[in-house]
């Protein structure tokens, strides 16, 4: 059997119309904010990297001005987020490592943004894409789960998936393409109990129409089950167990 083709410009279409005012959803003012605001978003949601970063931002916003902390005193400023030790530790060693090497600035290569400590490719890839304009498609939890139920993209590893997206999504759309997934992803696309009965791209979306045959199969049975459950006439003279 062919398999079904993928309509990506309908689906990029379909997307753009849903999310016309899709942005990075980190507040930053710089390049260098930026770049701690992402480091501080693993495992965490951008509202709460928020909340920890105004008040942080105030104070600190240059790369020179962390270079007086102790890691116990950059613990206190974030504290309230996930591995905030590591996360520490790492902003430390990448504001020290940007003072020296870089001027204070923020490198705008792969490269160099990825040997920065805590600094890993879909880290880079949102420095580049929202702060210097680079085409970039950073793949997180959310554009990861998106690209694969689509079909946009069918991989278990990140890397593979970034490859194949940027292969299928014209260059000049790939990074508004990686905030449409991101904002659909977390507004009706969810890892679990996604909204697909109230998804305009139901018709298109891989998964949807998978789940779609899924409970067309179940039906029939699940209404025979039913049938089977209902339970019988009783006997006055005896009494049947009930039918779980």
């Given at each position: ?7 990506v410009?309908?689906?990029l279409?379909?997307?753009?119309q849903?999310y016309?005012?899709a942005h990075c ?11 701690i605001?992402?480091?501080l ?12 970063t105004e ?6 916003n240059r790369?020179e001005?962390?270079l007086?902390l102790?890691?116990e005193?950059?613990e ?8 905030y030790?590591?996360?520490s530790?790492n902003i430390l ?9 870089y001027?204070g ?8 943004l ?21 085409p970039a498609?950073?793949v997180?939890?959310?554009?990861f789960?998106?690209?694969n139920?689509?079909g946009?993209?069918?991989?278990d590893n990140v890397?593979?998936v970034?490859?194949?997206l940027?292969?299928r999504?014209?260059?000049e759309?790939w990074?508004?393409a990686?905030?449409?997934?991101i904002?659909?992803g ?11 009965d109230q998804?305009p791209?139901?018709?298109?979306c891989k998964?949807?129409l998978?789940e ?15 049938q089977a ?6 006997p ?6 009930s039918?779980?």
């Open positions: 059997m062919a398999q079904r083709k993928v309509p410009a309908d689906i279409d379909t997307l753009q849903m016309p005012d959803e980190l507040n930053y003012t710089t390049p260098f904010e930026l770049l605001a992402t480091i978003s693993a495992q965490c949601t951008d509202k709460r990297v928020n909340e920890i008040p942080m931002f105030k104070e600190l790369p001005h962390y007086h102790t890691q005193e950059m206190e400023h974030i504290k309230g987020l996930g591995l030790k590591n996360k530790k060693e990448a504001c020290r490592i940007l003072f020296e090497k001027n600035e923020v490198p705008q290569t792969h490269a160099e990825e040997a920065l400590p805590g600094v890993g490719r879909k880290t880079a890839n949102v420095v580049l894409s929202n702060a210097f304009g680079v498609i950073a997180d939890t959310h554009v789960r998106v690209a139920r689509l946009l993209a069918k991989s890397d593979e970034e490859r194949q940027m292969k999504i014209p260059r759309k990074s508004d990686h905030h449409w997934l904002w659909h977390r507004r009706i696309c969810a890892a679990r109990n996604p909204k697909c998804c791209l139901q018709s298109m998964y949807a998978t779609a045959k899924k409970a067309e199969k179940k039906a029939p049975a699940k209404q025979a089950g039913k459950a209902k339970p019988k006439a009783k006055k003279a005896k009494k049947e167990p039918i779980s």
